[in-house]
């Protein structure tokens, strides 16, 4: 097989700072061993998350010295809203900051105390923004996610089954809407099918139930349905993602993951009553309807991203340089999770480290010795974000997976830095005996993961 190339390179570079083992101890000692709370700086390869890291292209930068930077009406705003709306299809679209925002927004603007809403799963900001305005939020992941081992091509799919029988004990007037996340980040950066959405959207249309998506990571599961989908093989990933925004009746993204932002968010709807009241939620939270606390600049790089988000070049690059990255660590023995998705790697804490048991955070305490190891940065998505305790503060109830993520930032990284990392975490696993396993010092009652502290066990 020939050389894999990024298509695309470099004009502009930043350094990276090296640093020893002995620097690492004492950065992660004073950071209470969460690598979130680490400065940049320390960290060699951060892969901490892929939202709001892409670089930009010449395209994004030449839109955004031209942008214009009126209060209300700008030019910027109208170029967004059109590539927006000849993608997604809605008769509304509001700009927002970024995608917490948007969640944020919806959440006071429809829901009322006392809804349910159904997802595949909810990623942790919508949850809790959900949750705030007093609805009961519940996933329905088909039972395959919840299996690292499954090679189920479409792990993000809503359990169909349940979600029907859900609506009819919850009592269809009480379900505000049902919510699809693209791809599924909680359970693995999995996709979600055509033909999931589809029977997704029948079932909702038949008991009338809005049908939303969280479409942060849109292209990345348009062109993953192309790769695996019968129906789209022959679909451009732009008519396979225009396929899937259709069978919706709104979408919320953040657009700092596939959008190809720094900053950045969106809802696109049909319905013209939530639009106003959302609107109205707009002008007190975020900023004015043609901007939503974005810069012009902002909205003209998204503009470009839109386009560019669906280039299968860059897509096929993406997809083929991450899948690369998991058959190197499972080549070299890591507990990697199938198949892989796009923007991420997940690693099997508890498979990783068989010696800590849960309360001892086995993907967390992973992330720090990875990175105390080669300072190469990770997230948990397990134990410390997922975990529950009980009302009383006693029993945990722990999350089906306890998982590492290696999210790779967007036109970022080269395949070296890439293969760096699994080096590392091979490395690492060939002595895994010696991860310490890490107990909570402070953990706030929710998004632990971002201001939890820690200290060896
Ligand atoms: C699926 C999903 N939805 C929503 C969000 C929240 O977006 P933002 O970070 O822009 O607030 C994220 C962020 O990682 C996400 O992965």
Redesign the pocket.
Known sequence: MKTMIEPYRSRVVEPIHMTTREQREEFIRDAHYNPFLLKAEQVIIDFV?D?GTSALSTRQWSGMLGADESFTGSRSFYRFREAAQSLLGHRHIIPCH????A?HLIAHAVIKPGDVIFSNTH?A??RENFEEAGAVARDLPIPEALDPASPHPFKGNIDLNRLEGSIREAGPEHVRFVVI?VTD?SHGGQPVSLANLRAAQEICRRHGIPLLL?A??FAENAYLIKLREEEARRMTAREVAQAMFHLTDGVFM?L??DGLGNTG?LISINSDEWAEKIRIRLLVSEGVTTAGGLAGRDLESLAVAFDEALDENYLAYRIASTCALGEQLAAGGVPVLRPFGAHAIYVDGRAFCPHLPDEQLPAWSLSVALYVHGGVRSWETGNVMMGRRDKAGGRWTWPALDLLRLAIPRRVYSSNHLSYAAETLIDLFERRHEVRGLRFIYRPPVLAQFVATFEPV
Do not use: H, P
């Open positions: 998350t939202s970024q995608g917490r925002a969640e990623f900001t919508t996340t980040n969280d942060a990571r953040s700092k993951k968010g």
